[in-house]
C-alpha cells in the first residue's frame, strides 16, 4: 500500500499552470484502450513541460525546504494534503521516478472541475472495486499534484484506500536495438469471427507501461478474450502459467499475471538468443519444455494481470534474465511492405496493415 500522510505546506499555495501547448512526443498508445487510467508525463524526451488539463499542476521544490534543525524532513512518496484533499507524488531525489497509483473507491476531481471517469479492478476472488490509477513521469524535485479527493460528509482521508508502486525511471540501456529474427504474427482466430485483424493499442515507448527498460519494445494488440495466441517461430516453451484471474488497473495487478515465455531460437539468424513473451492470457495449452511449431496455437488471450481492457502484450528479450530490457522484433510481412513494426492507432494481420473488421471500421 502506499503512504497516506500529509506533507509539509509548500510555499506556492496555488499550483497555477500555463498556457498549454502540444507535446513533441508520440503517446504510441491508444487513449482509450485505457479506462481510468491518467497519464502525466515530465522529464522523459519530448515531454510537454504543462499539465495535462485533469491534473492540478507540477510543482518545482528545494530540497532546502524539507529540512528542519540540520535534519531532512520524511516526505512520503505518495502525499494526502489534509487540507485541500489533494494526491500528489512527491520526488525530491536526483533522478526521475515513475509513480503508479491507484485510487480506490473515491471520486477523484480534476482541475477541470470535471470528476476522472473510473475503471475498475477485479481480484483473483472476484471482488471488483472502482478505481482511478495515475501513471506519473516524475523527475528530480518535483511534486505531480494530481487531483483532489471528494470526500462525503462524515469521510476523512484516513479512509482512503491507496496503492502505489514508486520506483526510479529505468531507461532501457539500447532503445534502437533491434534483434534480425523475423517473427510469425502472434494471434490466430477471434472467437465468432472469420476475420484476424487487430488493433495495435500500445507500441514501442507507448506512454502507459511501455516506456522502461523492461517493456520498452512491448506491442499490444486488442483481441476478444478467447482469441488464438500463435507460436511466431518453432520453439521450445521457458516458462507457462495461467494461474491468475484478477484483472483491470489497480497497481498490484502490475506483479501477477499469465504468460507464456517461447525460446525461439534466434542464433539461427544469426542475432544471438531471443525469447518472446505473450502476457494477460486466459488459458495455457503449453508446459515448461514443451516443444513447439511456428503457427501452433499455445493458449488464449485474455485480461489478466494490469490490464484496463482485453489484449495481447507481447514482448521479446535477448535473455531470460526476469531484469532483461526488451529486443525490438519485427513481423513476417506477406505484402509489398515486407517485415513490419505495429504502431498505435493502426490494424494489422499477418500480412501487415490491415482493414479493421466490418463492426471496427
Not at 494530481?146 to 531507461?171: A, F, N, Q, T
Request: proline fraction near 8%; glycine fraction near 12%.
Amino acid at each position: 500500500m502506499g503512504k497516506n500522510s500529509g506533507r509539509k505546506k509548500s510555499h506556492r499555495k496555488n499550483h497555477k499552470k500555463k498556457k498549454e501547448r502540444p507535446a513533441a512526443r508520440d503517446p504510441n498508445f491508444v487513449s482509450e484502450a485505457g479506462p481510468g487510467c491518467f497519464i502525466a508525463r515530465r522529464g522523459g524526451v519530448g515531454d510537454a513541460q504543462e499539465a495535462p488539463d485533469w491534473m492540478i499542476g507540477w510543482e518545482d521544490v528545494d530540497p532546502a525546504d524539507f529540512v528542519e534543525d540540520g535534519e531532512a524532513l520524511e516526505v512520503p512518496d505518495i502525499a494526502l494534503d489534509p487540507e485541500e484533499c489533494t494526491v500528489s507524488v512527491c520526488n525530491l531525489d536526483a533522478h526521475t521516478k515513475v509513480a503508479y497509483v491507484t485510487v480506490f473507491e473515491t471520486a477523484v476531481i480534476g482541475a477541470h472541475g470535471r470528476e476522472l471517469t473510473p475503471g475498475s479492478t477485479t481480484d483473483n476472488d472476484g471482488k471488483t472495486l472502482r478505481c482511478v490509477t495515475f501513471v506519473v513521469l516524475c523527475p528530480p524535485f518535483v511534486f505531480a499534484h494530481l487531483g483532489y479527493l471528494d470526500l462525503p460528509e462524515g469521510r476523512d482521508l484516513s479512509s482512503v484506500v491507496i496503492e502505489s508502486d514508486v520506483s526510479e525511471w529505468r531507461k532501457h540501456p539500447d532503445p534502437s536495438d533491434e534483434h534480425p529474427c523475423l517473427l510469425g504474427f502472434p494471434l490466430g482466430q477471434a472467437p465468432g469471427t472469420t476475420t484476424a485483424s487487430y488493433l495495435c493499442t500500445q507500441g514501442e515507448d507507448g506512454e502507459l507501461t511501455h516506456f522502461f527498460s523492461g517493456n520498452l519494445h512491448a506491442i499490444d494488440f486488442r483481441c476478444p478474450i478467447g482469441t488464438e495466441v500463435l507460436a511466431v517461430a518453432d520453439g521450445v516453451v521457458a516458462e507457462a502459467g495461467d494461474e491468475n484471474t484478477l484483472t483491470g488497473i489497480a497497481v498490484t495487478n502490475l506483479f501477477r499475471w499469465n504468460s507464456i515465455l517461447l525460446e525461439v531460437g534466434g542464433d539461427r539468424s544469426g542475432g544471438g538468443p531471443l525469447l518472446v513473451e505473450y502476457v494477460h492470457l486466459s488459458r495455457t495449452l503449453v508446459r515448461a519444455g514443451d516443444r513447439v511449431a511456428k503457427g501452433q496455437v499455445l493458449g488464449y488471450s485474455g485480461s489478466v494481470g494490469f490490464s484496463p481492457e482485453p489484449h495481447l502484450h507481447f514482448s521479446a528479450f535477448r535473455s531470460p534474465d526476469p531484469g532483461a530490457p526488451t529486443v525490438r522484433v519485427r513481423f513476417e510481412g506477406k505484402s509489398p511492405g515486407g517485415a513490419f513494426l505495429p504502431r498505435a492507432g493502426e490494424w494489422y494481420d499477418a500480412g501487415g496493415r490491415a482493414d479493421p473488421p466490418p463492426r471496427a471500421a
